[in-house]
């Protein structure tokens, strides 16, 4: 890694070190807010587009562009690398990820094998690209959880209630963490992957995970999580963590041994400090509906969160969870612009 790109201030406070001013990156931050996503994505099934390098690195940097944020998030989707192994599934606009056969038996569990770098030959050659067009400003991997990957599988689609999901959990435990195994030996490839071809930090994206309590989560996800971590350690990149709903989780997600852990908006981020305990740095936690407000109410809001921050042992600014459609670009680029004035040191 180049040393400007490793004193990044993102890198920095990933690392809980003395940063300049606060980073700013936002989930979703390539998207349908932005018009020339639009244009870019205009007749591109979803899945094609995470599948096509130039488009990748187009809507990669399209947000870097515009706002100045200080990381890039790898466009993709959590449901490619399922894809990449011949899942049958598919991403259908107005719904989400939708699986043609839905995993509920042993005998499903074939489908699930190992993901291999020839797969995905596209992400390593776009975030090739990515790297070299970036510099200094990090590329952030991701990958999707093995609970919420396994929700989709379970239930076939999107679910409010994650009934399938449960009733495996608890019935069948075996079976669950036959597939857990698999998606997390998926999911550790997939990030490795795109580690080894150049992103400097990895996500760990849980979005359902709130529908699990405590001690259900310590029983059939922890093990799972804990050990995606653990066998990321060597890539020497910060991971970070991040769920939706999961106030009551927070010192869990923390336990899972990643070095920072996203926040989403339910909870003041000097209070997440205290669930999560010493030794992790803090992303998050504006609500993205609050950019819907009038910038008044933004800019006190982010001092807000700013304020609460600076308890962290680490921060980086972000939305409690992804960039709403509506949301108007102008918003963030103000935010991007605030957040740095108002935190320099």
Request: net charge negative.
């Amino acid at each position: 890694m180049n040393p400007e790109l490793a004193d990044s201030p993102f890198l920095r406070a990933c690392r809980r070190q003395p940063v300049p001013r606060t980073p700013v990156w936002f989930m979703r931050q390539a998207g349908r807010s932005l018009p020339e996503y639009r244009a870019v994505r205009e007749g591109v099934p979803m899945l094609e587009a995470c599948a096509t390098p130039d488009l990748i690195v187009e809507i990669t940097m399209q947000p870097v562009r515009r706002y100045g944020v200080d990381a890039a998030i790898f466009f993709s989707d959590i449901v490619v690398p399922l894809k990449a192994i011949g899942i049958d599934l598919d991403i259908k606009p107005g719904v989400g990820p939708v699986v043609a056969t839905p995993i509920r038996d042993a005998g499903a569990l074939a489908a699930l094998r190992p993901i291999e770098p020839d797969d995905v030959a596209y992400v390593t050659e776009a975030v090739r690209a990515l790297t070299g067009e970036l510099g200094a400003t990090p590329l952030i991997g991701f990958a999707g959880a093995p609970f919420t990957l396994a929700s989709y599988l379970i239930e076939g689609g999107p679910s409010k209630s994650h009934d399938h999901t449960k009733a495996m959990m608890y019935g069948e435990p075996r079976l669950w963490h036959a597939l857990m195994e698999r998606l997390t030996e998926i999911t550790i490839g997939f990030l490795r992957i795109q580690a080894a071809a150049g992103a400097s930090a990895v996500q760990l994206f849980d979005s359902w995970v709130g529908a699990v309590a405590p001690d259900d989560y310590r029983e059939f996800v922890l093990p799972h999580t804990g050990r995606i971590f653990a066998e990321l350690a060597d890539l020497g990149v910060p991971r970070i963590h991040f769920g939706v709903g999961t106030g009551e989780l927070l010192a869990l997600l923390g336990e899972a041994g990643a070095d920072v852990v996203g926040v989403d908006w339910r909870v003041p981020l000097d209070e997440a400090a205290r669930r999560i305990g010493p030794g992790k740095a803090l992303q998050g936690n504006l609500d993205p509906a609050i950019l819907l407000a009038p910038w008044e109410v933004v800019e006190r809001r982010a001092a807000d969160v700013l304020a609460r921050g600076a308890k962290a042992e680490g921060h980086v600014f972000n939305l409690g969870h992804g960039v709403l459609p509506a949301t108007d670009p102008d918003q963030l680029a103000r935010l991007t612009d605030f957040v740095h004035r108002a935190s320099a040191r």
